[in-house]
């Protein structure tokens, strides 16, 4: 039988995942949104609004199950987490809920003027700093330390940012109703996948010695490594030609594979050095129950999830491959 505290953690790991692949691109859009520039600046600033409005809250299920699945699955994680990181943690809720009132208060409050526009920029402004803080949070993590400040930390929440808008903009190729437009969010894809390149190396180059090792020693380490950068790749050539549907896919699947890296390597440990898997798991009664749940609230989840995005999907319903 399945140990069920790897099934947790699984669960754990997938939960993060589909908030960085769904989330992560409405944070993107935020930071594209203060980002806006050329003579389709407005009309840029409009097209991301009109496409988080449907789904930006359901987005945040992702995170709720996340915290969840930590804080019955592995109690003591969730305690060392809440007083070893407590004031990034704070910052980072604190940022999601001001993102999230700010986008509300500038669809309600015009969408021209002073007052919609201050909005707009807060909204802008928070999209941009909390991806910063979580990647902060998860490099503290990775590195097993309380200060969520160092120089390894920065780089995570710098590298974090770039893989939202990295992923924002990629998404925003499909939603643009117009070529041109498409074109505006294509050079920003072009330009950030060339950043996020970089930063990665930048961060495997300067994590400790252990976390190098699981992410170069390891069995599965090669073929991971592979499967990301044909993924990377995939997405540049998808959207130097202008795929844009597939192109939203390999971009997925590229931050898919990094959070799955960051996952792998990190096992055994939940928090390095000294919170471990199996030290933090709650008992198997409690964990073959979360995982009972998990499942049946799945049924119900996904049917959901998908309906909303398939209804709110111009590319779906038009059948378009491109922009």
Same mark, same amino acid.
């Given at each position: 039988?399945?140990?069920?505290?790897?099934?947790?953690?699984?669960?754990?790991?997938?939960?993060?995942?589909?908030?960085?692949?769904?989330?992560?691109? $409405?944070?993107?859009?935020?930071?594209?949104?203060?980002?806006?520039?050329?003579?389709?600046?407005?009309? /840029?600033?409009?097209?991301?609004?009109?496409?988080?409005?449907?789904?930006?809250?359901?987005?945040?299920?992702?995170?709720?199950? !996340?915290?969840?699945?930590?804080?019955?699955?592995?109690?003591?994680?969730?305690?060392?987490?809440?007083?070893?990181?407590?004031?990034?943690?704070?910052?980072?809720?604190?940022?999601?809920?001001?993102?999230?009132?700010?986008?509300?208060?500038?669809?309600?409050?015009?969408?021209?003027?002073?007052?919609?526009?201050?909005?707009?920029?807060?909204?802008?402004?928070?999209?941009?700093?909390?991806?910063?803080?979580?990647?902060?949070?998860?490099?503290?993590?990775?590195?097993?330390?309380?200060?969520?400040?160092?120089?390894?930390?920065?780089?995570?929440?710098?590298?974090?940012?770039?893989?939202?808008?990295?992923?924002?903009?990629?998404?925003?190729?499909?939603?643009? $109703?117009?070529?041109?437009?498409?074109?505006?969010?294509?050079?920003?894809?072009?330009?950030?996948?060339?950043?996020?390149?970089?930063?990665?190396?930048?961060?495997?180059?300067?994590?400790?010695?252990?976390?190098?090792?699981?992410?170069?020693?390891? !069995?599965?380490?090669?073929?991971?490594?592979?499967?990301?950068?044909?993924?990377?790749?995939?997405?540049?050539?998808?959207?130097?030609?202008?795929?844009?549907?597939?192109?939203?896919?390999?971009?997925?699947? /590229?931050?898919?594979?990094?959070?799955?890296?960051? !996952?792998?390597? /990190?096992?055994?440990?939940?928090?390095?050095?000294?919170?471990?898997? /199996?030290?933090?798991?709650?008992?198997?009664?409690?964990?073959?129950?979360?995982?009972?749940?998990?499942?049946?609230?799945?049924?119900?989840?996904?049917?959901?999830?998908?309906?909303?995005?398939?209804?709110? $999907?111009?590319?779906?319903?038009?059948?378009?491959?491109?922009?």
């Amino acid at each position: 039988m399945p140990d069920v505290s790897l099934l947790a953690a699984v669960a754990l790991a997938a939960s993060l995942n589909l908030y960085a692949i769904l989330g992560g691109a $409405d944070f993107g859009g935020g930071m594209w949104t203060l980002l806006a520039t050329g003579p389709r600046a407005r009309l /840029q600033r409009d097209t991301i609004a009109r496409v988080l409005a449907p789904v930006w809250e359901a987005n945040h299920v992702w995170l709720v199950l !996340a915290i969840v699945i930590l804080f019955t699955g592995f109690p003591p994680a969730y305690a060392a987490l809440g007083t070893m990181l407590h004031v990034p943690l704070t910052l980072l809720l604190f940022g999601i809920v001001l993102r999230g009132a700010a986008f509300v208060f500038r669809a309600y409050g015009g969408s021209r003027g002073r007052p919609a526009r201050s909005w707009e920029h807060m909204f802008a402004a928070a999209s941009a700093a909390t991806p910063l803080v979580l990647g902060m949070i998860v490099g503290a993590i990775t590195e097993g330390t309380p200060s969520w400040t160092t120089p390894f930390c920065w780089l995570v929440g710098v590298f974090a940012q770039s893989l939202f808008a990295l992923l924002a903009a990629v998404y925003l190729t499909v939603e643009a $109703d117009t070529p041109a437009l498409a074109d505006d969010f294509r050079a920003r894809a072009l330009i950030t996948g060339a950043c996020v390149a970089a930063l990665a190396l930048v961060v495997f180059l300067t994590s400790n010695p252990a976390v190098r090792a699981g992410l170069t020693r390891t !069995a599965w380490a090669l073929p991971l490594h592979l499967a990301t950068g044909m993924s990377a790749m995939s997405v540049f050539v998808l959207v130097y030609r202008r795929t844009y549907r597939r192109a939203r896919i390999a971009a997925a699947t /590229q931050v898919s594979l990094i959070v799955w890296g960051w !996952a792998l390597a /990190q096992y055994p440990f939940l928090i390095r050095p000294g919170v471990t898997l /199996q030290s933090a798991a709650a008992p198997a009664a409690t964990l073959r129950l979360l995982l009972t749940f998990l499942v049946v609230g799945a049924l119900v989840l996904f049917p959901a999830l998908a309906y909303l995005f398939t209804v709110f $999907d111009p590319a779906a319903r038009n059948g378009k491959e491109g922009a």
